[in-house]
């Protein structure tokens, strides 16, 4: 518990625990199972680079509580921008609002669990003078200039988000976190003849900005991703069309990741399971994927930009195994599914802020490695694509049909990785796909940190990690 | 009235945040507030599920400091929440770049009439009507057919609110809207298969939304014409996108014609005006003052005054989209475009849906788009899509878990139809639109 947070988030605006304890026995007045109070403020900070000239500098602020009151399978939800015990109180009769008066509950007294922290509670924001983000920027663009001088467009852009949240519910819980989160993006645009083609690189997690400046196998970490995006861009300068139709694909370690967020990740959510809605409700157990495959959703990894100290319902985060050698063994659950479904909550718990209803949410979601060097991979393939990067993804729950869409591939021919091809949207069936899965690398990796996650319209920053894997069967969405 | 009293009340907000950052130091600042509270109410198994109010606004600023620039946003909206906002953006300006594009609009660009485009349509934020109404919807889908053996839910969304612009060169706009919807999505089961759709209907009149029974029984017929799909055969056939996704294809369009992709010389569309993209017969029409539009507005986000415009003349590329700085970087002035489209209307070729499935004869009936597999810069398409195969005009059985792939730029000339009726729950009217050939992948 950081006694700070509750000073900013509390006392500024002259609150304390004990009106936290009573603005949540108010809602128990009315016949309600469950409430809670999530306080949140954050600041954000970006700044542009773009024509080698600072284009544009933006800074956020946001600040409120929501107020949730759960009674049986429905949930009452109000929210101001303001912090007062007055707004306080007009958010709880709101709320309270879905269910009748005449409540038996108690609120239990409200106290500190400890828990891990996961990330260091400092402001990015302020650890860095604004000159030295500017000249980081610049230095960026200087580098890729200097590495490929015909590059016609360089974009260049840094980000921080400094957040602090306090919880309190109404069985006991109050915690808060401070959550730091940064991240650097650069894409270029490189021009020949009547071709333009571009490639883009970024990284990011719950650091100060001097993350971007740290060693990186003897040169900074900015100059890797730099190079990155200009390996991307030449890559695709010589693409050409991609084959279309179902074909052996091997996948890079580490950001294809997104393949198991999409394919498996959200159907492993509570709140689809609970309803029936997900092609993966009521198979825990069950064989869903290949033997060989354990993929686990871990919000405890140190710095890592999916995760959580505690989640947005107070909940410490943990390492879930989703699957394990090919079975199903778990869901990830908020608290309000997890009373439902009579399981323990996950640490999964998480919203946009506080405007937006908690749900179950993926934090860093990999699967762990096996036993093949990369190379032998690819050497079992005759004719097929290898994708080392991506784009976005999106799932259909219901029918587990999952598209993701590659910003890289290659051809493979005859075991060997040749021409490179046009980015195509990949399509297959979650639990289909996940039983293909015919050969698991050596080479874990999680993604630079740079994942966003949508759903009913809240985003939250996560995190994917695979090692290469082969997949005997996958529909490429080419032209030739 | 009441409406109009909060609209002044900002107004006067507005004017005190610029004329804070001219004093902190701004030779010109922007400013845009707006503010709207609604409920979002759901149900699910024909019980409640959430109730959310929602009350959201927020302030964003910009000011320049000669030719530099800073901005600054807050949802805070409290005295000293707007006072560190504006000081934020002037402290931001002392280290952007001077850059000789940046600044307001031109003056004499700046909206000056302000006409009752009908947006606002208020109705008491009834939770208990919203509650009867989303549960009348999912119970009318429930009951549609016996293959419907879950659901997803139903909710109905109210908004009311309002958005103020103002900038120092005196405008000081504003105008309140309403906005309701209604959608429902349920889950269709049938041996081994499940599958899910939904149904929506959105309108800034509540009394002009679909009924709640029509949006039922259509997310239910969606859901079961669904049941039994299967994948078809890698091949390059005609496609049809029926309606209700194909405004998504002029969406592309505008990325394309857009001043920020022109200036970053991201487009495929570059040093296009005048050309040739579309068939001859196609032309799209941007009208901002409908009535009661939902992309209707006087003025755009950064105060400049819209226009009747002829976006595709007789299948050619009539103007690019220019916001201030866009223009200025392309040495031409902006048309309205800061924010986005203004309703487009895109014409037809007079078929029908039934029409167009017999012009396609065999092909691909596309009902589904997934994936965000669309590359600006070179026109590369490539998405996921479900649908259905159709022979001789007669629709065959359901399709999933295949992709449609091509270039922007054949698809667009290859356009070989476009239906009469239209989808007009977006800020782009079409219909279904049939393209001559796509490259199918399947199995």
Sequence with gaps: MSKSVERHLLADAGLEVAALEKALASIHRHDTDYADLYFQSSQHESWVLEDGIIKEGSYNIERGVGVRAISGEKTGFAYSDEISEEALTKACSAARSIAPSGGTQQVASLGHKAYTARYEGNNPILAMQDAEKISLLRTVDAYIRQQEPSADQVVVSLSGVYEEVLVAASDGTLATDIRPLVRLNCSVLLEQGERRERGSAGAGGRYAYSFFSRDEEGKPFYEQLADDALHMARVNMQSVASPAGAMPVVLGNGWPGVLLHEAVGHGLEGDFNRKGASTFSGKIGQRVAAKGVTVVDDGTLAYRRGSLSVDDEGTPTQHNVLIEDGILKGYMQDKHNARLMGVAPTGNGRRESYAHLPMPRMTNTYMLEGQYHPNEIISTIKKGIYAPNFAGGQVDITSGKFVFSSAEAYLIEDGKITAPVKGATLIGNGPEVMQKISMIGNDVALDKGVGVCGKDGQSVPVGVGQPTLKIDELTVGGTA | ?443
């Design chain 2, 1 to 443: 009235m009441q409406i109009d009293q909060q609209l002044v009340d900002i107004q006067n907000i507005v004017d005190d945040v610029l004329k804070l950052a001219q004093k902190k130091g701004a030779t010109q600042a922007e400013a845009s507030m707006s503010k709207v509270q609604g409920i979002a109410v759901s149900s699910r198994m024909q019980e409640v599920e959430n109730v959310e109010f929602t009350n959201d606004g927020g302030l964003g600023i910009s000011v320049y400091v000669g030719k530099r620039k800073g901005s600054a946003s807050t949802a805070d909206l409290s005295k000293v929440a707007l006072t560190l906002a504006v000081e934020k953006a002037v402290d931001i300006a002392r280290y952007t770049s001077e850059d000789p594009c940046t600044g307001l609009a031109d003056a004499d660009l700046m909206a000056t009439e302000f006409p009752d485009l009908d947006l606002y349509h208020p109705q008491a934020l009834d939770t208990e009507q919203a509650i009867k109404t989303a549960i009348e919807a999912e119970t009318a889908a429930m009951e549609y057919d016996e293959r419907i053996t879950n659901s997803d839910g139903a909710s109905y969304n109210a908004n009311l609110g309002m958005r103020v612009y103002g900038n120092t060169h005196g405008i000081n706009a504003g105008y309140p809207s309403s906005r309701y919807s209604l959608s429902c999505m349920v889950i269709g089961s049938q041996s081994d298969d499940m599958q899910r759709d939904y149904a929506y209907t959105v309108n800034r009149n509540a009394a002009l939304l679909n009924s709640a029974k029509a949006v039922g029984e259509e997310a239910a017929r969606a859901t079961v014409e669904r049941l039994g799909a299967r994948k078809i055969n890698t091949a390059n056939v005609p496609i049809i996108l029926h309606k209700d996704i194909a405004s998504s294809l002029f969406g592309h369009y505008v990325g394309a014609i857009s001043g920020g992709s022109l200036y970053r010389r991201s487009s495929f569309l570059l040093d296009s005006l005048g050309k040739q993209v579309f068939p001859e017969w196609l032309n799209i029409e941007e009208r901002p003052f409908i009535k009661n539009g939902l992309a209707s507005s006087s003025f755009d986000n950064e105060g400049v005054a819209t226009q009747d415009m002829t976006i595709v003349d007789s299948g050619k590329l009539a103007t690019y989209l220019y916001t201030t700085y866009s223009a200025r970087k392309l040495n031409t002035q902006s048309n309205g475009h800061a924010g986005g489209i203004h309703n487009w209307l895109v014409g037809d070729t007079g078929h029908s849906d039934a029409d167009l499935l017999k012009e396609m004869g065999t092909g691909l009936l596309v009902t589904e788009l997934m994936g965000q597999g669309v590359n600006i810069v070179t026109g590369d398409y490539s998405r996921g899509a479900a649908g259905f195969w159709v022979e001789n005009g007669q629709i065959q059985y359901p399709v999933h878990e295949v992709t449609i792939a091509g270039n922007l730029r054949d698809m667009f000339a290859g356009i070989a139809a476009i239906g009469s009726e239209q989808d007009q729950r977006g800020s782009v009217q079409t219909g279904s639109i049939l393209i001559d050939k796509m490259k199918i992948a399947g199995s």
